[in-house]
C-alpha cells in the first residue's frame, strides 16, 4: 500500500485519495432498477442512463431542497419533477439501502477490528415541512397502534373537549409544540463512519428504539465473537437517554461492552449512584461520543436533510441514505 506522507505532488494524493462513489454505485442500481421501458420509465431524452441520474441525485443532495425548482448542471441538465419520479423509483427497489450495505462491507474488507472496535449512538429531531401525516402513519410501532385504538375507544365516550389526541408518527415532540418532528437515530464508529440508521416517531423514546437500530448493524462486526478476545472487544457508547437495564442487558448479550452515562432521574439512592458511576478508562472511551455529534452536523449542513421538503417520509429516508454514502465514501 503506497503512503499518502511521501507523495510528492497533490495530483498524485488526490489520485490516491479520491473513491469514485458514481462507478461503485451505477452497477448496484442496473441490478435492481435496470433502465429502460420494461421498468416504466419514460425517457424524453435518449442519452438518460442511471449514472446521469445518481450524478443529478448526488447534486440534489448537496445543493437544493425544491424538485420542482431544480434543472439540473451544466453537463447533466435535468428537469427536477422528472428526477423525482426516478428517485421515487430508486426508493421503492431499496437502491439507497443497498449502496450503503455493500459501501460498509468495502470499508470493512481491511483493518475490521480497528474500526468496529469504539461504536457510538445518538438521536436527533428532524422538523417537518411538507410530509404527509397520515400516509407515514404505517410506520408506527404495534405499541402505538395498540394505544391510538384505545384512545379511540376511550374518545367515544369522552366530551369534545375532553378527548385526547391520537399518536401520529410525524408528531409534536417535548421540546417544541409548534412544529411536527420525526426522529432519526445514527450509530457510527470513532472515525464517523455510520454504520446504521433508523427513523421513529417524535414521541418515542430514545431508550425504546436502541433495540430497532442494533438489528439494523451489519452481521461481519462479529461482535460475540470478538467479545472473547479482549484485544478486540467491541465498545458501545450513548448518552443517558439510552440508560436502562434492558438496553444494557441487550448489548451485553450481543457481546458489547456497554459505556452508558447513567440517568439520574431514574434514582436518588447513593448507593445505586455509586454503582453506576464510570472508571477512569471508560471516561476515556466516553469522550469519542463527540464524533456522532460532528456527524450528524455533516449531514444537517444539507438543507434537505437538515428539515424535510418530501411529502413522504419514505422519500426523505431515501435521501437520508443517500447523504449517509456520500459521507461514508469519504472515508474509504
Given amino acids: 500500500m503506497v503512503n499518502p506522507k511521501k507523495m510528492k505532488t497533490i495530483k498524485e494524493f488526490k489520485k490516491f485519495k479520491r473513491f469514485n ?23 424524453p431524452r435518449k442519452d438518460y442512463s442511471n449514472e446521469y441520474f445518481f450524478i443529478c441525485l448526488l447534486d440534489f443532495v448537496d445543493t437544493v431542497v425544491s424538485w420542482q425548482k431544480y434543472r439540473g448542471t451544466i453537463d447533466y441538465p435535468i428537469q427536477g419533477k422528472y428526477l423525482n419520479q426516478i428517485h421515487n423509483k430508486f426508493c421503492r427497489a431499496g437502491v439507497y439501502d443497498q449502496i450503503l450495505k455493500e459501501l460498509t462491507e468495502k470499508y470493512l474488507s481491511r483493518e475490521r477490528e480497528d474500526k468496529i472496535k469504539i461504536q457510538i449512538i445518538d438521536s436527533s429531531f ?31 365516550k369522552l366530551p369534545k373537549k375532553e378527548r385526547k389526541r391520537e399518536r401520529h408518527f410525524v408528531d409534536f415532540n417535548r421540546y417544541n409544540g409548534r412544529k411536527k418532528y420525526i426522529k432519526k437515530d445514527i450509530i457510527v464508529n470513532s472515525y464517523g463512519y455510520i454504520l446504521a440508521h433508523n427513523t421513529s416517531s417524535s414521541k418515542r423514546p430514545d431508550s425504546q428504539s436502541l433495540a430497532e437500530i442494533v438489528k ?3 452481521a461481519s462486526l462479529n461482535t460475540k465473537k470478538n467479545s472473547k478476545v479482549n484485544r478486540y472487544k467491541q465498545n458501545f457508547l450513548a448518552d443517558s437517554g439510552y440508560s436502562t437495564k ?12 456497554p459505556i452508558i452515562r447513567f440517568n439520574k432521574r431514574n434514582t436518588k439512592n447513593k448507593t445505586i449512584l455509586a454503582q453506576n458511576k464510570m472508571t477512569p478508562k471508560k ?8 464524533v456522532v455529534e460532528a456527524t450528524f452536523a455533516w449531514l ?7 428539515q424535510i421538503y418530501e411529502r413522504s417520509v419514505t422519500s426523505y429516508n431515501g435521501l437520508f441514505a443517500l447523504a449517509c454514502s456520500v459521507i461514508n465514501s469519504n472515508k474509504i
Avoid: H, M, W
Fill in 126 to 156: 428532524v422538523a417537518n415541512k411538507q410530509g404527509d401525516v397520515i400516509e407515514s402513519d404505517s410506520l408506527l410501532s404495534a405499541y402505538e397502534v395498540n394505544l391510538n385504538k384505545k384512545i379511540r375507544k376511550d374518545n367515544k
Fill in 246 to 257: 434492558a438496553n444494557k442487558l441487550l448489548l451485553e448479550k450481543k457481546g458489547y461492552t
Fill in 283 to 290: 471516561k476515556q472511551i466516553f469522550k469519542k461520543r463527540y
Fill in 216 to 218: 439494523k448493524l451489519p
Fill in 21 to 43: 462513489l458514481v462507478k461503485f454505485a451505477v452497477p448496484i442500481i442496473e441490478r435492481l432498477c435496470p433502465f429502460g421501458k420494461s421498468r416504466g420509465i419514460k425517457t
Fill in 300 to 306: 444537517k449542513n444539507r438543507p434537505v436533510i437538515n
